[in-house]
């Protein structure tokens, strides 16, 4: 038996990733997906859905308010990227608090309580035939990085580098620079390592945009980047192995 499920976020780029994620999992199945919560609240309140991933801030409806007037006719999973409303979403009996960017292998946790809640989980956990995790971008092609406002795709091929600050991170492009409040740990760990290296506490560079070496200090476009101590030797391992 596969538990019906529903999308409800006003961001289609969320909405995306989410109706991907759940078309891997074996026992979900998509309904519908919707930007306006109030549309969603009807297909809810008429009794087919099992489940809805619901965002929290919302122009027309709240995720808060959605759950209100809801009142527990199905499960919900929370999918937001603010962190402060998740003791009030569990006041009103969310499964599960999916904080964006959300990682698959954690959204598949969180729909297996589900699937346990609901008494369909297998009775041996063998059973269970989850799907293999890769830890590389999506098709290894582009990432995904929360700005301030909005989950913003950006493709491999146009990264130049990536520079930690104090506070947030900045990946610079060809044609833009783009600021996230992600940490450089986690941004290093979705990038390729073929294509990407760290080569200092503050500086990850994409390899084929290296223009020259000197010493310890890489030239990318107008940007004169250091190596550190610490990164030195595995910097230039890697090099050698590219025959550069």
Not at 78 to 96: I, K, R, S
Not at 184 to 190: A, P, S, V, Y
Not at 196 to 202: L, Q, T
């Amino acid at each position: 038996m596969v538990i019906n499920c529903i999308v409800v976020d006003d961001e289609p780029l969320a909405i995306d990733i989410i109706n991907d994620y759940i078309d891997k999992i074996p026992f979900l199945q998509l309904v519908k997906s919707f930007q306006n919560p109030i549309e969603a609240l009807t297909i809810v309140q008429e009794g087919g859905v099992d489940l809805v991933f619901l965002d929290v801030q919302m122009p027309e409806l709240t995720g808060i308010q959605f759950l209100k007037i809801a009142n527990n006719k199905c499960r919900v999973i929370l999918t937001t990227a603010y962190p402060q409303y998740a003791v009030e979403g569990y006041e009103h009996n969310v499964v599960d608090y999916l904080l964006k960017p959300i990682a698959f292998d954690r959204f598949y946790k969180a729909a297996e309580k589900v699937q346990w809640l609901m008494g369909l989980a297998p009775q041996s956990t063998q059973e269970i035939q989850a799907p293999v995790l890769v830890a590389q971008p999506i098709a290894n092609d582009f990432i995904f990085v929360k700005t301030e406002y909005k989950i913003q795709k950006i493709y491999l091929n146009d990264i130049l580098f990536i520079e930690g600050l104090k506070d947030y991170v900045s990946i610079y492009t060809e044609t833009e620079r783009i600021i996230t409040l992600q940490s450089m740990k986690k941004i290093d760990e979705g990038l390729p390592d073929h294509r990407f290296v760290r080569v200092h506490k503050s500086y990850i560079v994409a390899l084929d945009k290296i223009e020259s070496i000197e010493r310890s200090r890489i030239s990318i476009a107008d940007k004169i980047i250091p190596i550190g101590d610490t990164h030195r030797d595995c910097f230039f391992k890697m090099i050698e192995d590219k025959n550069i």
